[in-house]
Nanobody
């Protein structure tokens, strides 16, 4: 049974930081591409950051220079360090695991963690 469990969300003021974690189980974590998505109320889910199994990273323009994605394969965990948070970063943040193998896509979602940035 595959599980992706996010943690670390909360309420912070603009300019502050949060670190999200996503602990994976039931998959060979090290070979999966891991991503963070977010969905604000009334908006579509959007890709925030991705890290491949070779640790190449990619970020949405809106978070470049502020957010950092990383992974610890020994702990089956992916992180999202969020600095200089803005009110527009308020959203539910979701962890996503993706693997393309033999023409098939194996992908899984976490349940989400809420981030609220407000003064």
């Amino acid at each position: 049974q595959v599980q992706l469990v996010e943690s670390g969300g909360g309420l912070v003021q603009p300019g502050e930081s949060l670190r999200l974690s996503c602990a994976a189980s039931g998959i060979i974590f090290s070979i999966y591409t891991m991503s963070w998505f977010r969905q604000a109320p009334g908006k579509q889910r959007e890709l925030v950051a991705t890290i491949t199994r070779s640790t190449d990273t990619n970020y949405a323009d809106s978070v470049k220079g502020r957010f950092t994605i990383s992974r610890d394969n020994a702990k089956n965990t992916v992180f999202l360090q969020m600095n200089s948070l803005k009110p527009e970063d308020t959203a539910d943040y979701y962890c996503y695991a993706n693997l393309r193998l033999g023409g098939a896509v194996h992908d899984y979602w976490g349940q989400g963690t809420q981030v609220t940035v407000s003064s």
